[in-house]
């Protein structure tokens, strides 16, 4: 009963409040809000392994991004790679996941030993 009592205040206050006056924006109309993204600070290395991410992987992922992912094995990242492929439709070819995968290695080291 007081969530129904809570329910009907909350649309009468939305029903009685007043329409916004601007002409060029109807009432109730949303209002655009923009953000200033931080400055990027980190770069791929100017190798093989940074051209290599650079074409593939910056399309959807920062430098700063890849940069700061842990080291995987390279059957870690090549899930990786497939999932990006099939979950997320990147346009990768699976011909070109050695060389990926390879990058990513070669930019995170290897995976500390257990």
């Known amino acids: ?25 109807p009432a109730g109309a949303l209002q655009p809000v923009s953000i200033t993204l931080p400055a990027e600070t ?7 392994a940074g051209t290599t991410l650079s074409q593939h992987c910056t399309a959807c992922h920062s430098p700063d991004f890849l940069t700061r992912q842990p080291p995987l094995t390279a059957e870690k990242w090549q899930a990786t790679v497939t999932k ?23 930019l995170q080291g290897a995976p500390p030993a257990r």
């Open 1 to 25: 009963m007081k969530l129904a009592i809570i329910a009907a205040a909350v649309l009468l206050a939305a029903c009685s409040a007043e329409p916004d006056a601007s002409p060029t924006k």
């Open 42 to 48: 980190a770069a791929l290395p100017d190798t093989p």
């Open 84 to 106: 990006m492929r099939e979950a997320y439709h990147a346009p990768i070819s699976p011909a070109d996941d050695p060389a990926i995968v390879a990058a990513l290695v070669t």
